[in-house]
Nanobody
């Protein structure tokens, strides 16, 4: 069973940057595609970005394309979400997720989830 723990959330001013990390517990991390999602108060879970097992393929929501980058280090069993040019509307709890097969932006297809980390962007 894969366990995921997110790090790096916090508060930042609009236009600033944050990098989230998601550490996986298993050495089988390399066998999982990874996704990032977010959920703002009163809203459903929203896809942010995803990355293939090798790290060669990525997918992003239109709302973050060009500002956010997903990457991974299969030696450190960690996936990252670099967030630049942050906006107040990026405020949410951010979750990482893992699945053995490519799931892209389909939250219901991910088998494992982290507990989430809060990101707050002030104007």
């Amino acid at each position: 069973q894969e366990q995921l723990v997110e790090f790096g959330g916090g508060q930042v001013q609009a236009g600033g940057s944050l990098r989230l990390s998601c550490a996986a517990s298993e050495r089988t991390f390399i066998t999982y595609s990874m996704g990032w999602f977010r959920q703002a108060p009163g809203r459903g879970r929203e896809f942010v970005g995803a990355i293939t097992r090798s790290g060669e393929g990525t997918s992003y929501a239109d709302s973050v394309k060009g500002r956010f980058t997903v990457s991974r280090d299969n030696v450190k069993n960690t996936v990252y979400l670099q967030m630049n040019s942050l906006k107040p509307e990026d405020t949410a709890v951010y979750y990482c997720a893992a699945n053995a097969r490519w799931a892209g932006g389909h939250a219901d297809e991910y088998a494992y989830w982290g507990q989430g980390t809060q990101v707050t962007v002030s104007s």
